[in-house]
């Protein structure tokens, strides 16, 4: 169960994975709720709005797909291909999670943490699966850090580890593009580093978001992260120094979690320089390939 965005003529489509095709979620959407509710359906734009309408969860895919396929009607939703996708999600927030890999900390020259440690990436900050990623020559060294983002999918505060699980929507792949040098300068002067991780483009995401019921709980699953086909990280989510539930509950003690917001969850070690002409890829078996060119200006 994946859903995402799709580039169509017309414009950007929400979709549905079902089988190995596509379907127009937006238009099922609204004819599911003007056909079966009788009444008209709330805003689908991308992923949040559909974890925010309380769908994104195995009842809701099983109503929206069954409604596509009954009466033999798949054939009006299905996308065409070979689709481009764009960012599946707009968070309202972006929660990053630093030294959550014991050896990414140490490779670092820093001290593991005794508590999760964030930071914000700003929402302008993301792109989407194929968007360039923007080095600016006056800004130094720009690097690479691959990791995995849950989306929440129900609004909270102070959750509980134990109620973490009710609150995510899904999964997908986020590339935490760090100014490296701009970060160590800032961190010198005791400056937050702003800056070095907020620049545009620095935060692509997708390509899809996967939803929670279909992948494992406590969640495990492996990330890797090449440049030009050479891997550069490789980590799996149980060596997380703070697993998932206690990530939610320790960030939803500072602020409110909504739909949509996404909490990436630290990156493995080997982080390293992009340039001009690279291609990066984030790649999970469970989620797909979130792959982006770099551009230098």
């Given at each position: 169960?994946?859903?995402?965005?799709?580039?169509?003529?017309s414009?950007?489509a929400?979709?549905?994975?079902l089988?190995?095709r596509w379907?127009?979620a937006?238009?099922?959407?609204?004819?599911?709720?003007t056909?079966?509710e009788g009444?008209?359906?709330?805003p689908?734009?991308h992923?949040?709005?559909?974890?925010?309408?309380?769908?994104?969860?195995?009842?809701?895919y099983?109503r929206l797909?069954?409604?596509?396929?009954?009466?033999?009607?798949?054939?009006?939703?299905?996308?065409?291909?070979?689709?481009?996708?764009?960012a599946?999600?707009?968070?309202?927030?972006?929660?990053?999670?630093?030294?959550?890999?014991?050896?990414?900390?140490?490779e670092?020259?820093?001290e593991?943490?005794?508590?999760?440690?964030?930071?914000?990436?700003l929402?302008?900050t993301i792109i989407?699966?194929?968007e360039?990623i923007?080095?600016?020559s006056w800004?130094?060294?720009?690097d690479?850090?691959g990791?995995?983002?849950?989306?929440?999918?129900?609004?909270?505060?102070?959750?509980a580890?134990?109620?973490?699980k009710?609150?995510v929507?899904?999964?997908?792949l986020l590339?935490d593009?760090?100014?490296?040098d701009?970060?160590?300068?800032?961190?010198?002067?005791?400056?937050?580093?702003?800056?070095?991780?907020?620049?545009?483009?620095?935060?692509?995401?997708?390509?899809?978001?996967?939803?929670?019921?279909a992948?494992?709980?406590?969640?495990?699953?492996d990330?890797?992260?090449?440049?030009?086909?050479?891997?550069?990280?490789?980590?799996?989510?149980?060596?997380?120094l703070?697993p998932?539930?206690?990530l939610?509950?320790?960030?939803?003690?500072y602020f409110?979690l909504y739909?949509?917001?996404?909490?990436?969850?630290?990156t493995?070690?080997g982080?390293g320089?992009l340039n001009?002409?690279d291609?990066?890829?984030v790649?999970?078996?469970?989620?797909?390939?979130?792959?982006?060119?770099v551009?230098?200006?």
């Amino acid at each position: 169960m994946r859903i995402g965005v799709i580039n169509t003529d017309s414009g950007k489509a929400v979709a549905l994975e079902l089988g190995d095709r596509w379907i127009d979620a937006s238009r099922a959407w609204k004819d599911y709720h003007t056909h079966v509710e009788g009444a008209d359906a709330p805003p689908l734009a991308h992923a949040g709005d559909f974890a925010a309408a309380g769908w994104m969860n195995r009842s809701g895919y099983r109503r929206l797909t069954e409604f596509v396929q009954r009466h033999g009607r798949l054939e009006e939703y299905l996308l065409p291909g070979p689709h481009t996708f764009a960012a599946p999600v707009r968070p309202g927030k972006v929660i990053a999670i630093g030294r959550n890999y014991a050896k990414h900390a140490k490779e670092m020259g820093n001290e593991i943490p005794d508590e999760p440690m964030f930071f914000n990436k700003l929402p302008d900050t993301i792109i989407g699966p194929g968007e360039a990623i923007v080095k600016e020559s006056w800004a130094g060294r720009v690097d690479f850090e691959g990791e995995i983002a849950v989306m929440i999918g129900v609004q909270g505060r102070n959750i509980a580890e134990a109620e973490a699980k009710e609150h995510v929507a899904g999964y997908t792949l986020l590339n935490d593009i760090s100014a490296r040098d701009l970060q160590n300068k800032d961190k010198d002067r005791g400056h937050p580093w702003t800056r070095a991780k907020n620049m545009d483009t620095f935060c692509p995401v997708g390509p899809v978001v996967v939803f929670r019921d279909a992948l494992s709980w406590p969640f495990e699953e492996d990330i890797e992260t090449r440049v030009n086909s050479e891997v550069r990280q490789q980590g799996n989510t149980q060596q997380f120094l703070f697993p998932i539930p206690r990530l939610i509950a320790h960030v939803s003690r500072y602020f409110t979690l909504y739909p949509g917001d996404l909490i990436a969850t630290g990156t493995p070690e080997g982080v390293g320089p992009l340039n001009g002409g690279d291609v990066v890829e984030v790649a999970s078996p469970g989620i797909g390939v979130l792959s982006n060119p770099v551009v230098e200006v």
